[in-house]
């Protein structure tokens, strides 16, 4: 893969736990989505191959690409409701 965002993951590891991070500043960006609104101007203009176009706003999409979903999440969440379990004798 090329790119910066996915060679700027790092972890750290400590007892009972592991967090994965990226610095990049706009990573909350793609896990959250965002709306890019004017500050100073009544429109956006932004330029593009096919020419400039104006805007009142753009929406960037919800895209996660950092952590757990699907069969991976559910991975998990049984591993810690089974330790969670056996440690309170449920």
Do not use: W
């Not at 993951?9 to 896990?31: L, M, P």
């Not at 104006?54 to 919800?62: E, F, K, L, Q």
Request: proline residues 6%; without cysteine; hydrophobic residues 45%.
């Amino acid at each position: 893969m090329r790119g910066g965002l996915i060679g700027s993951f790092t972890q750290r590891a400590a007892h009972g736990s592991v967090e994965v991070a990226t610095n990049k500043i706009f990573d909350a960006v793609y896990q959250l989505g965002a709306t890019i609104e004017p500050m100073h101007a009544p429109h956006l203009r932004l330029r593009f191959v096919t020419g400039p176009v104006r805007a009142d706003s753009v929406t960037i999409p919800v895209r996660p690409f950092n952590g757990l979903a699907g069969e991976g999440a559910r991975h998990i969440e049984e591993l810690v409701l089974g330790a969670l379990s056996r440690s309170v004798d449920l």
